[in-house]
T-cell receptor, first 111, second 117 residues
Framework: QTVVTQEPSLTVSPGGTVTLTCASS?????????PNWFQQKPGQAPRALIY???NKHSWTPARFSGSLLGGKAALTLSGVQPEDEAEYYC???????????FGGGTKLTVL | QVQLVQSGAEVKKPGASVKVSCKAS????????ISWVRQAPGQGLEWMGW??????????AQKLQGRVTMTTDTSTSTAYMELRSLRSDDTAVYYC???FGTGIDYWGQGTLVTVSS
C-alpha cells in the first residue's frame, strides 16, 4: 500500500517563510505524479492551491509556490500571513488501480 | 461561476446504502471529471475515486472496490456517488470536486454521512 508522508505540524512566524513537503513511499516524487496542494480550515471544504507541481489557480495568493525538492513535492509560503494558519494536504496521482493518494496533512501554525 | 452543490446530510444504519449527489453549474459538465473525497471526523482526506463526465470511465480506490459506484447524469449535470454495505467507519464528510489527473480545482460544500445503529 502506497503511503504519502507530510510533516505532521510546522510553526512559522508572521512574515516568515516555510516549506511543506510531500514524500512517496514508492520513491522520488516527479512531475508525473501531478502533485496537488490543498488548504483546509476548520469546518470548511478544502481549497485548491497548486496543481501539476507548480501551477497556481486564479485565486491562489502569490506567496504560495509549488516545486520539486530533493525527491519530494514541496509547497513554500513566503511572507506568511496569520490567515495562512490551516491544514495543508498534498495529493499524488499514481494512475491505474492505485489512483490518487492524499498525504496525512500538515497543520501549519502561525505564531 | 463554477459551483458544485451537494445533497444534504444522511443518517444510515449499518449495512444500508447511501447515494450522494453533486450538481454542477457554471461550466460545460462533460469537459471535466468529478473526483470524490471523504474525511472521517478529525481525520485527513481520503481519495475515493473519479469519474469522467465525458464517457463515464471510472477509477475507484482499491479499498472501496465492490462497494462504491460513481455515475453521472449529463442531462442534469449531476454526479452521484453510491456507497453500499455501510459500516461505522464510513461515517465521514463526503466531497465532490471538479477534475482529476492534472488537477482538482472547485469543491462541493460536503455531505455528512453518519452510519449508526
Amino acid at each position: 500500500q502506497t503511503v504519502v508522508t507530510q510533516e505532521p505540524s510546522l510553526t512559522v512566524s508572521p512574515g516568515g517563510t516555510v516549506t511543506l513537503t510531500c514524500a512517496s513511499s514508492t520513491g522520488a516524487v516527479t512531475s508525473g505524479y501531478y502533485p496537488n496542494w490543498f488548504q483546509q480550515k476548520p469546518g470548511q471544504a478544502p481549497r485548491a492551491l497548486i496543481y501539476s507541481t507548480s501551477n497556481k489557480h486564479s485565486w491562489t495568493p502569490a506567496r504560495f509556490s509549488g516545486s520539486l525538492l530533493g525527491g519530494k513535492a514541496a509547497l513554500t509560503l513566503s511572507g506568511v500571513q496569520p490567515e495562512d494558519e490551516a491544514e495543508y494536504y498534498c495529493l499524488l496521482y499514481y494512475g491505474g488501480a492505485q489512483g490518487g493518494v492524499f498525504g496525512g496533512g500538515t497543520k501549519l501554525t502561525v505564531l | 461561476q463554477v459551483q458544485l452543490v451537494q445533497s444534504g446530510a444522511e443518517v444510515k444504519k449499518p449495512g444500508a446504502s447511501v447515494k450522494v449527489s453533486c450538481k454542477a453549474s457554471g461550466y460545460t459538465f462533460t469537459s471535466y471529471g468529478i473526483s470524490w473525497v471523504r474525511q472521517a471526523p478529525g481525520q485527513g482526506l481520503e481519495w475515493m475515486g473519479w469519474i469522467s463526465a465525458y464517457n463515464g470511465n471510472t477509477n475507484y480506490a482499491q479499498k472501496l472496490q465492490g462497494r462504491v459506484t460513481m455515475t453521472t447524469d449529463t442531462s442534469t449535470s449531476t454526479a452521484y456517488m453510491e456507497l453500499r454495505s455501510l459500516r461505522s467507519d464510513d461515517t465521514a464528510v463526503y466531497y465532490c470536486a471538479r477534475g482529476f489527473g492534472t488537477g482538482i480545482d472547485y469543491w462541493g460544500q460536503g455531505t455528512l454521512v453518519t452510519v449508526s445503529s
